[in-house]
């Protein structure tokens, strides 16, 4: 959790997230689920993502953007919601099966009426320590 004494440099890291071929399907199979359930899309199907010309399926960005976002609000609350911001490139392929850690690190830090401002360098790393996503996060400590 962050306190207006947080340094710059500070590292953290959140949980760690298994992408399982259940949650690709419920993120990315379609509603309502029926006969042709899982929709067939780069997300869920090898051959039509290999058509795309990826060499895999990739799993949504989105999902792995909520993982940092879980990550913000358990260092600044839920405020964060409504104060933070955060711009993300996503910049490698998950496939099923692959293994997230969220990370953050403190760059900067400004002094507010209200509080302190940090402004964090974030992203995803893979079960190999590939990044996936990068970007930055801005949160307010009262």
Not at 65 to 91: A, D, H, P, R, V
Not at 123 to 137: I, L, P, R, S
Request: charged fraction near 20%.
């Amino acid at each position: 959790i962050m306190t207006k004494d947080t340094q710059e440099g500070y590292e953290v890291s959140g949980n760690l997230k298994t992408v399982t071929e259940e949650r690709v399907y419920a993120f990315s199979g379609g509603f309502p689920k029926g006969p042709d359930w899982p929709k067939k899309n780069i997300h869920t199907d090898l051959e039509f993502a290999q058509n795309c010309g990826l060499p895999t399926r990739a799993a949504s960005g989105a999902m792995f953007e909520g993982y940092l976002t879980e990550l913000m609000i358990n260092l600044f609350g839920e405020n964060w919601l409504t104060e933070g911001k955060m711009s993300l490139t996503f910049i490698g392929i998950v496939d099923p099966g692959d293994i997230l850690l969220p990370r953050a690190i403190v760059r900067s830090r400004q002094a507010e009426n209200s509080g302190v401002r940090f402004v964090m360098d974030v992203w995803c790393e893979n079960q190999h320590g590939n990044k996936v996503v990068v970007g930055t996060a801005t949160g307010l400590v009262r």
